[in-house]
């Protein structure tokens, strides 16, 4: 017997997968916990006699979810962007403030500067609050360095994260984020010769799970990123794509042209691009807290991707400029509020449809065989997750079967 074989019982569990009542909830339920895995969960009285010598935790009529899942964040960066705030809201826009040499562009300046301690120190503050509502896997994104050393860097300070915090870390190569100064009107040549080297790189190092890429007229084209997705399947890594956020250039059929793990914002994604996600089995990734930061007024087509059954993901987009939101609470309330997704929708986007979105097969349900990640709230409903606004029932967290 493991420290961590245990049972929780005298519990309302949510497991997220297809059952007979919503939210796959089961009431006065029971969850056998082996060696950090769900063994066994279902209704109390139906727990098999094999497991009645393990240690049992009482949890009191409590709602038990999977741990959550913040499956597109930047949380690893240097310095904020509190005056462009400012800036936006005197009436410049998001593309106005990118263009005059800000934005990104802004924070790239800050990250370089910041060494490997520096970043983890500023990265950890965002991290314990994600933390503190239930999160237990963060995807953190480079994208901040733009050049070899310090892309390197913010990658190696994301997988040291764990290393300070129970968190599990799963990385994503953002080197296609923005075209840095010195490559000015050169992006093809950005991508050739620092982007796809510092790839492979990151690869051979062991630093990088994914690779995505900021396809928008401030950024990258789609014809710009083949060769940095070429890379990628070449060295047996998934894709992600920032796409159709500020315009529809055809990144997310780009995206799903590579089978992509997901393709993110899609707020100006057509019937087209929603369809090839679709036939990809990309998830759409929902950023309520850049659509609500930017003020923007174009959502996205949560009815087509209800039509054609793409799997909705929700997550914070934590970084500094479009999306200084460290909440997943507040953004499942976004997502239903701003976008009209339902509860249930939300808590599968950052639960079930989350890990799908990182290609995690082993996290985001509560199913025997899986890790035993689960959050316990002090609430009665699991639309409370989303109906609330600033306000955290979280009781616990358990990781791996630990308290």
Known sequence: MHSQDRVFSGLNATTMIAESTAYGLIE???????DGRIAWVGPRVELPSK???LPRTDLEGRLVTPALIDCHTHVVHGGHRAVEFEMRLNGASYEEVARAGGGIISTVKAT?????????AQALPRVDAMLAEGVLVIEVKSGYGLDRDTELNMLRAA??????????????FLGAHAVPEEYKDRPAAYIAEICIPTLRAAHKEGLVDAVDAFCEGIAFLPDQLVP??????ELGLPVKCHAEQLSNLGGAKLAASYSALS????????????????DAGTVG???????YTLRETQAPPIDLLRKHGVPMALA?????????????LLTMNMGCTLFRMTPEEALAGVTAHAARALGLQDCGRIVAGLRADLAVWDITHPAELAYRVGFNPLHTRILGGVI
Not at 28 to 34: G, K, Q
Not at 112 to 120: H, T
Request: charged letters at 25%; proline letters at 7%.
């Open 28 to 34: 006065d339920a029971a969850i056998a916990v082996e």
């Open 51 to 53: 497991f009645a010598a």
């Open 112 to 120: 370089r500067n910041a060494s490997i301690d520096d970043l983890i």
């Open 159 to 172: 997988r040291a994260l764990p290393d300070h915090r129970p968190v599990r870390v799963v990385t994503s």
């Open 228 to 233: 940095l997705f070429d890379v990628a399947k």
């Open 263 to 278: 393709a993110d914002h899609i707020e100006y994604l057509d019937e087209e691009g929603v369809q090839a996600m679709a």
């Open 285 to 291: 990734v929902i950023l309520p807290g850049a659509f």
């Open 316 to 328: 914070t987009d934590c970084n500094p400029g479009s999306a200084p939101v460290t909440s997943l």
